[in-house]
């Protein structure tokens, strides 16, 4: 190797090195899960919250890891039940099991996006979701009814979050706590909803918060924003034990080990150890090395034609390219529902200014493809030209709206 190679190898080495140290060093991105354990330190957990509850109740703090119908069996409990997370859906048995708990005198706080449809019927409630036509963004603005709680300016979360209201409330016997809007470069709440309402139940009542957020590390950590979830949560009784929810958590921290599965059972324990001791017996009488006949192993036969055969006679024979696109048309709908948050249930004049403005593309263009996708949900049959056309025309259609599809 030449004294100029050894210098090209050297550079090289170093540069590799290099590359090697930023790769290994680089912090790793921000996540944004909606955790909501209060043993996660990213944005959207909930150890800050958990930290200052810690701090005011002491010892009157319990973790509950265990569904409420199981854990409300004992009727000697009393107190505040704290559910956040960022969807929350309780099954009919177990909301009764809350619902009587709560009229007994005790006290139920749930904040979430997502309520399950049995909770609001029982509660006699209806929830939507809040955007501005002319802004895909939807940055919630915050703030509080009474007046010894509401803030000067409304609390401003400076991130896409979805903003959910109330859009009905039993208004004789509810109380609203709080309101939400989307921001709207004015920083006040002009077109406000309640997202906070307090709804009694027998001797107790139930506190429904439809922004999570407000009780993460991220919107704790934000400068002011923190008053906010103290005056939320101000409205539970301090001098009665608090049961902290982990089971309905959605970065709920589960040990998924099979050997902790195993050592979870006294039988299958006793089953294992039993197997141990045997496979130690087997090792120190039987481990003695014996000479055993050689199977004779047969090559595998080549079975290349058949294989291929098979799979081109299922392609021929199926051709299901009508199921096929409208499977397409149904993922296309959801993308529109969920990322543009924009409802796809009525499909007119408004819908299509809409789409296009989210999306970068022209009126026409849009009420073109969708009149495709009506043809191809509205025919029998769909030809493979059909099904391609319809998958290039979505595809074009999303890549305006972000850059890739």
Do not use: C
Not at 93 to 102: I, M, P, S, T
Not at 193 to 202: D, E
Not at 375 to 389: P, R
């Amino acid at each position: 190797m030449t004294k100029l190679q050894k210098i090209f190898l050297g550079v090289f080495l170093l540069l590799l090195a290099g590359m090697v140290y930023m790769e290994a060093t680089k912090p790793p991105p921000v996540s944004w899960f909606p955790s909501y354990n209060n043993q996660d330190e990213i944005p959207l957990g909930t150890v800050v919250l958990y930290d200052i509850l810690e701090k005011n109740f002491n010892e009157n703090l319990t973790e509950i890891d265990r569904p409420p119908y199981e854990v409300l069996q004992d009727t000697t409990l009393e107190g505040t039940y704290l559910f956040i997370n960022n969807s929350i859906g309780f099954d009919e048995a177990e909301l009764d099991k809350l619902y009587q708990w709560a009229e007994k005198g005790n006290t139920v706080f749930i904040s979430a996006n997502s309520m399950g449809s049995t909770l609001l019927d029982t509660l006699q409630v209806k929830t939507q979701i809040n955007y501005l036509k002319s802004n895909i963004k939807s940055e919630p603005l915050l703030n509080l009814t009474h007046k010894n709680l509401a803030a000067q300016k409304p609390y401003h979360i400076k991130r896409n979050f979805a903003i959910k209201t109330f859009s009905k409330i039993d208004t004789l016997n509810q109380t609203v706590l709080g309101f939400s809007e989307v921001f709207n470069d004015q920083k006040n709440i002009q077109d406000s909803l309640p997202n906070f309402i307090k709804a009694p139940v027998g001797k107790g009542s139930f506190y429904l918060h439809l922004q999570p957020e407000t009780f993460s590390n991220y919107f704790l950590l934000t400068k002011n924003h923190a008053d906010y979830t103290k005056s939320a949560l101000s409205y539970l009784p301090n001098d009665q034990q608090l049961f902290w929810d982990k089971q309905y958590k959605t970065g709920k921290h589960v040990n998924v080990s099979p050997l902790h599965i195993l050592l979870g059972n006294k039988y299958l324990k006793w089953a294992y150890y039993m197997l141990l001791i045997g496979v130690l017996l087997f090792v120190l009488f039987e481990g003695k090395r014996k000479q055993r006949s050689i199977a004779i192993v047969q090559p595998p036969k080549n079975r290349t034609y058949e294989y291929t055969r098979t799979i081109s006679g299922m392609y021929l024979d199926k051709k299901d390219y009508h199921s096929v696109a409208k499977k397409q048309v149904a993922l296309f709908f959801e993308y529109i529902r969920i990322q543009l948050r924009t409802p796809t249930e009525q499909q007119n004049s408004r819908f299509f200014t809409a789409v296009a403005g989210k999306t970068g593309n022209t009126v026409e263009d849009t009420k073109k493809l969708f009149t495709f996708i009506d043809k191809v949900n509205n025919q029998h049959d769909t030809s493979k030209e059909e099904l391609q056309k319809l998958y290039n025309d979505i595809q074009v259609f999303k890549t305006k709206a972000n850059g890739k599809p």
